[in-house]
């Protein structure tokens, strides 16, 4: 039986950039050096894992997806105690009553399965939506960091195997996005349903 396509680990809005999902590298190493000055580090992904606009994103998400997830099953939960029954009692029947009723319990569970899938697209807008509007507020707080820091070139820090990290600008951006947003509130989005299958 499918279930709403939405995982808790799917749901933060730390594991995405444009739309897909991101495993957060490692962090690196500081392995000393001179510092090479005008050039920074960030990343993005630590920066939306740990900010406070972020983590409540991602508890507003999973509200959201609990939310879904209980509509779904509440329509499900019927079907499936009939498909249990039809399960248990099937040998009895004669094909002709079999085929009647696997078509029924099918007719029954399309829409079911439909909305899971439509829910499942509106969490993932809704995810989408999220980190749009984070991004944009966490644009002008990086730009202002790179000014403040005197850096020519941003780097992304998980593209960085070692080095000194002394021009890592990752935890002043958390804290200045911290200062300017702290919390984001939103509701699911609603995306068109997909048109009937014949």
């Known amino acids: 039986m499918e279930r709403l396509v939405i995982l808790l680990a799917a749901i933060s809005v730390a594991g995405t950039a444009h739309g897909q999902t991101v495993t957060p590298a490692p962090t690196a190493q500081g392995l000393?050096?001179?510092v090479i000055p005008g050039l920074c580090l960030l990343s993005r992904q630590e920066v939306l894992s740990t900010a406070k606009v972020a983590q409540a994103a991602t508890a507003r998400l999973r509200v959201l997806t609990e939310e879904a997830q209980k509509e779904i099953d509440t329509e499900r939960k019927p079907v499936e105690a009939d498909?249990?029954?039809f399960n248990a009692e099937q040998a009895k029947l004669s094909p002709e009553q079999r085929k009647t009723r696997q078509e029924s319990l099918q007719a029954r569970l399309r829409p079911v399965e439909e909305k899971t899938r439509l829910r499942g697209a509106e969490i993932e807008a809704t995810r989408n939506k999220a980190i749009e509007r984070i991004s944009t507020?966490?644009?002008p707080v990086v730009a202002q960091v790179y000014?403040?820091?005197k850096c020519g070139l941003l780097l992304d820090r998980t593209a960085v195997i070692g080095g000194n990290m002394v021009n890592d600008l990752t935890q002043a951006v958390a804290q200045a996005l911290d200062a300017k947003i702290?919390?984001?509130t939103f509701n699911r989005e609603t995306v068109p349903a997909a048109p009937a299958q014949p």
């Open 137 to 139: 507020e966490l644009q």
């Open 182 to 184: 702290s919390t984001i």
């Open 83 to 85: 498909i249990q029954a």
């Open 147 to 149: 000014t403040q820091r």
């Open 32 to 34: 000393g050096g001179p």
